[in-house]
């Protein structure tokens, strides 16, 4: 198929017309049909911007699908034949044959019960009704050619909403150190992070993009890596080792005291380990349940029990001895964090610029 594609006065957009693409071509709405003699300059002008609208306007009702059947297409097409004083004129700015143009235009004539335009054998203009109908509609499409020219005006340069659903981690770790140096290159972006630890579908929670480890990825989501790999830890302070030993084996951790973790979509964490391709997964057990690393690892150095964390959010503190690591051998590396959207097809300026920002070089 080929792409359809209409330019007018610095606008463009895309779609299709009766299930089909078609290009149209830039064509100028001028000059404007001709307006009877003894109207003023005031109204000339009025009536001439009414048909201008209603011409930018008719190059973009075509290209959207099914309103090409409706009195609306048929609006353009009365639009497009005012502005051009001919039927044939209208015809080549809309790629349509001329016997479409008078159908179209006779179609909307016969709905209505009332004559919209003169026709001559050399020229075409519009009736008192005609005029006055374009010109009551010129407010309307005014609007509609504004909205038009803010979505095309969007379209390679990154501006507007852009809404992210990122796991918390990633967030603070990925993010959130970057996100001035990004709104300071991307101003006109809005960017807004809803922190979910818990899956997403982005398509139906409306979320441009997601973030998430990347063994978590569904298969048909595109994947850009943007983050290192992982590792995990499990730590406790010194004083509750001191208290209650420390754990060799992760199967010797249903004897401990665990800090719990629960999700947003109520889930509990159960811990993961991996050794020499042995893997084992965990339901610890504990009195204390939390949901964000903080307060984990705030309680942890209080003493509250063993807790299980990026390695990232805990380097300081056992660099500086309020925790210690155990099962390290148990806690291999595993894929970091991927931004995942649905599809390449058509994507925002907005979403592209975001991911070559945080898109993960090393």
């Known amino acids: 198929m080929r792409t359809g594609q209409v330019a007018c006065d610095g606008i463009e957009a895309k779609g299709i017309v009766g299930g089909w693409h078609r290009r149209l071509e830039t064509v100028s709405c001028m000059p404007l049909f001709p307006v009877p003699r003894g109207r003023d300059d005031r109204e000339r002008i009025k009536l001439a911007r009414a048909c201008e609208n ?22 353009a097409v009365l639009a497009a034949v005012a502005a051009h004083g001919s039927f044939r004129g209208a015809a080549r700015e809309l790629a349509i044959a001329p016997s479409a143009v008078s159908h179209a235009v006779g179609s909307l004539e016969a709905s209505l019960g009332v004559r919209l335009l003169a026709r001559t054998t ?33 379209r390679d340069r990154p501006a507007g909403n852009l809404r992210i659903t990122a796991p918390r981690f990633a967030a603070d770790l990925i993010l ?3 996100l001035g140096e990004f709104l300071d290159r991307y101003p006109d972006i809005v960017l807004e992070i809803a922190n979910e630890d818990g899956f997403t579908d982005i398509v139906e929670e409306g979320y441009d ?22 590792e995990s830890a499990v730590v406790a302070s010194p004083d509750y ?15 401990h005291r665990c800090i719990r973790r629960r999700f947003s979509n109520g889930t509990l964490y159960r811990w993961e380990f991996e ?10 057990e504990g009195p204390l349940i939390l949901g964000e690393d903080r307060p984990i690892i705030k309680a942890a150095m209080g003493g509250a029990g063993l807790a299980y964390l990026f390695l990232s959010r805990v380097e300081t503190a056992i660099t500086e001895g309020q925790l210690i690591r155990v099962l390290d051998d148990w806690c291999a590396p595993y894929a970091g964090p991927f931004l995942y959207y649905p599809s390449r097809r058509q994507m925002r300026p907005a979403l592209r610029a975001f991911i070559d920002f945080f898109r993960y070089a090393g």
């Open 275 to 284: 050794n020499a391709g042995e893997e084992l997964t965990v339901s610890v």
């Open 176 to 178: 959130a150190p970057r």
């Open 54 to 75: 209603l011409c930018q306007f008719s190059r973009a009702v075509l290209i959207f699908g099914s309103m090409n059947r409706t009195q609306l297409s048929q609006l």
């Open 209 to 230: 993009a997601g973030i998430r480890l990347g063994e978590s990825l569904e298969a048909d989501m595109i994947a850009v890596k943007v983050g290192p790999e992982l």
């Open 122 to 154: 050399r020229s075409v203009a519009p009736t008192e009704e005609g005029r006055r109908l374009l010109e009551r509609l010129a407010p309307a499409l005014d609007e509609i050619a504004h909205a038009l020219e803010a979505v095309a005006d969007t």
């Open 241 to 255: 080792f001191a208290r209650f030993g420390r754990p060799s084996h992760p199967r010797d951790l249903v004897g």
